[in-house]
């Protein structure tokens, strides 16, 4: 059974209270309008073609198509790592393709969260260490760091592994810190591209676990891109996507 999330909980309710959960009212995190991506090249590939959707607070979301789809490349415009080139991206309903690149990022380092299938922990960092990368821009003392960061480790398990460096750690236990790290920011979305791609089927497990407490316990709308009907079985909604289109 992992731990409680009661602490990260109250943090995410404080740091967002401009905009508490109302449950009469639908909030849309993520909204895509008439939304195409096209890269240029010898061969014009277009990506995703005129995608509509929209992604709703507290919902937990899996992206599922084939290889080529345009998973990928939707989570990307999700996550503001990437604009369209029609359409619009809104982010609680703030229209972040005619932003500034700084004005993106802003959005982005606020409201956002990632996980990714290669975990992108530094190597010579602690899992400790690791998760609390992100709080530095923060200005945050060191001891309110190392208490988010420790707690964050806790709460997906594995907060008796905080002084462990990544080379010292199973797959499973690094996605894990990387989970952490995501969740120590309290942001309202996480986006995870293939968390459990790396991973044999009891860390998956294990790791969709951590996910659904995550939803269900600290209130972040979670969005996975995966090919694992099993991982997309977590899921409240699953959106299938192919050759660019969506086909829910």
Do not use: C, W
């Amino acid at each position: 059974m992992l731990p409680s999330l009661d602490f990260l909980k109250v943090k995410f309710y404080f740091e967002n209270s401009y905009n508490p959960p109302l449950s009469s009212l639908v909030v849309e995190v993520i909204k895509l309008e008439n939304v195409s991506k096209v890269y240029p090249g010898q061969v014009r590939t277009e990506a995703l073609h005129e995608v509509n959707l929209s992604i709703e607070e507290r919902e937990f979301v899996a992206i599922m198509g084939p290889s080529g789809s345009g998973k990928s490349t939707l989570l990307s415009l999700m996550g503001t790592l990437d604009k369209p080139t029609t359409g619009r991206v809104l982010v609680y309903g703030k229209d972040v393709t005619s932003m500034s690149d700084d004005e993106v990022s802003k959005v982005r380092n606020y409201y956002i969260g990632f996980v990714f299938q290669s975990y992108n922990l530094i190597p010579r960092l602690t899992a400790l260490e690791n998760v609390e990368v992100p709080l530095i821009p923060r200005g945050l003392p060191e001891s309110e760091m190392e208490k988010i960061a420790m707690e964050s480790l806790k709460s997906v398990g594995i907060g008796e592994l905080y002084r462990k460096k990544p080379s010292q750690l199973s797959g499973g236990q690094q996605q894990r810190v990387a989970i952490a790290r995501a969740v120590a920011q309290s942001p309202k979305i996480i986006l995870a591209d293939e968390p459990t791609g790396n991973l044999d089927s009891k860390s998956s497990e294990e790791v969709m676990e951590v996910f659904s407490k995550v939803n269900r316990e600290v209130g972040s709308t979670i969005v996975i891109v995966t090919h694992d009907q099993e991982v997309a079985s977590y899921a409240n909604r699953t959106i299938r996507i192919r050759d660019g289109r969506v086909v829910e």
